[in-house]
């Protein structure tokens, strides 16, 4: 079920998009999990009308006894999905803080607050990099460093992390 909720939460915030939801659902199936709407999915092209394609994933989601994220939980798998990219190189710091100064506030751990400090302010990082190359040399190792303490969280734990802040938020 674990990609399930990865292609989930990288729907929700945009990594995957509505017209790769038939590939990412015959991907799916591939790796064993099924319902009808998961199948009808995978049969759909591209060109289809992509707010049929977004109702058939949500509902194989529901399918497969699951829920799609809440916009929070997706923003810090995110979160931790950027960290992850930085810590293992395939992405450089410019390019997690511009992704990360897109509007992402989404943190709850302490190791996710640092992250989100670490990226820093856009403008000053953009001034730091143009007349102080030593500050902006001292910024990428300090985002590299909170990339791997925060890369170190799996999607399972933040899910877990979630469901119990959710829990915690019924009535009683």
Do not use: N
Not at 142 to 169: H, K, P, V, W, Y
């Amino acid at each position: 079920m674990d990609q399930l909720f990865v292609v989930a939460w990288q729907y929700v915030v945009g990594i995957v998009e509505s017209e790769d939801l038939p590939m990412r659902a015959a991907e799916l199936l591939a790796a064993g999990l099924d319902s009808l709407a998961l199948r009808d999915l995978a049969g759909r092209g591209k060109s289809e009308i992509t707010t049929e394609l977004s109702e058939l994933f949500r509902q194989a989601v529901h399918e497969l006894g699951e829920s799609m994220p809440s916009k929070e939980t997706a923003e810090r798998c995110l979160l931790h999905h950027l960290a992850g990219q930085l810590a293992a190189g395939t992405k450089t710091p410019g390019e997690v803080a511009a992704r990360v100064w897109q509007g992402l506030t989404s943190a709850q751990t302490g190791a996710e607050r640092e992250f989100l400090q670490a990226v820093g302010d856009e403008y000053y990082v953009d001034y730091i990099a143009d007349h102080q190359p030593d500050a902006f040399r001292a910024w990428e190792t300090e985002l590299r460093f909170a990339a791997q303490r925060l890369s170190g969280t799996t999607a399972t734990e933040i899910r877990a992390l979630q469901e119990r802040s959710e829990e915690d938020c019924r009535p009683k």
